[in-house]
């Protein structure tokens, strides 16, 4: 009987031991392939970058008081006016450590719609670390965007949920209004810089179903603001019950007051 429990003692060690190591070998694993894909997404973004400066021009400018380091301490970028899918073009004036960042530690909710397409879906789920489909309900799939954020994260997000089309609407035919779900991640976020990058629109490179036009211009205006006292100021306006509506409708003044005038395509 002792030399039964021997063997059970020591076939419990042999278990513990084999766990144990196996435990580290998974974690290993799993932050390899992490950083893999980091590298990955960095390589294909870094091309894209190179690659919009070899066929565009960046007209890209800080408005305001930026700090002395404006690529410091991301934790969110809004990106306004939102116009086409080819707004990775945008990549050729920002830095590469602004690149890794994204690549890293970026979260980008992206529409289900886009990100089930064939061939633009496999793209776009290159262009961050994290690429989640959501739906344009506040559902499950958005939860899973906000269970992302993390204090290493950089969200980046285009809050007004849908394109504008050249003639200044929506396709339906609606005005352009920000939406709610960037005040979310404000209050996840919490603290941290705010880029807010207010696009010249894209119309006059790409029109969808026709050829993109290349050698143009391309106009972007970025604000940098401290997430804490955004958040302070539009919680002063009225509390946490207007919070989101405040942050929504200061989005859409800042938009419509800073974005660069759209350029025409030319012949």
């Known amino acids: 009987m002792a030399r039964g429990l021997h063997l059970f003692q020591a076939r419990r060690r042999s278990t513990r031991t084999a766990v144990c190591g196996a435990v580290p070998r998974c974690v290993v694993r799993f932050r390899l392939v992490t950083f893999l894909r980091s590298v990955a997404v960095f390589s294909i973004l870094t091309f894209l970058k ?3 400066r070899l066929f565009y021009k960046q007209d890209f400018a800080f408005i305001g008081d930026a700090p002395r380091d404006p690529w410091a301490n991301i934790r969110l970028v809004v990106f306004l006016n939102h116009t086409s899918l080819f707004e990775p073009i945008f990549l050729g004036a920002v830095p ?23 061939l633009v879906g496999l793209v776009f789920k290159f262009v961050a670390h994290h690429v989640i489909p959501i739906t344009r309900q506040r559902d499950h799939t958005w939860f899973a965007v906000l269970n992302k954020i993390d204090p ?3 969200v980046v997000i285009a809050p007004e949920g849908r394109m504008k089309r050249a003639t200044g609407l ?7 209004t920000v939406r709610g779900g960037v005040a979310d991640i404000l209050q996840a976020a919490e603290q941290g ?7 010249g629109g894209l119309h006059h490179v790409q029109v969808p179903g026709h050829i993109p036009n290349v050698f143009a211009t391309v106009r972007m205006r970025v604000e940098n603001l401290d997430i804490a006292g955004y958040i ?3 919680m002063a306006k009225g509390g946490a019950e207007q919070f989101k509506r405040n ?21």
């Open 50 to 52: 190179y690659l919009s």
């Open 96 to 118: 590469n450590r602004f690149i890794w960042r994204l690549a890293a530690h970026g979260v980008i909710p992206a529409a289900d719609k886009t990100t089930g397409r064939p």
């Open 152 to 154: 290493k994260s950089m």
């Open 170 to 176: 929506d396709m339906h035919g609606n005005p352009m």
């Open 193 to 199: 810089r705010m880029l807010v990058a207010y696009s």
């Open 232 to 234: 302070a100021e539009q």
């Open 247 to 267: 942050v929504m409708r200061d989005l859409e003044q800042r938009r419509d007051m800073y974005c660069p005038e759209e350029l025409q395509k030319t012949a």
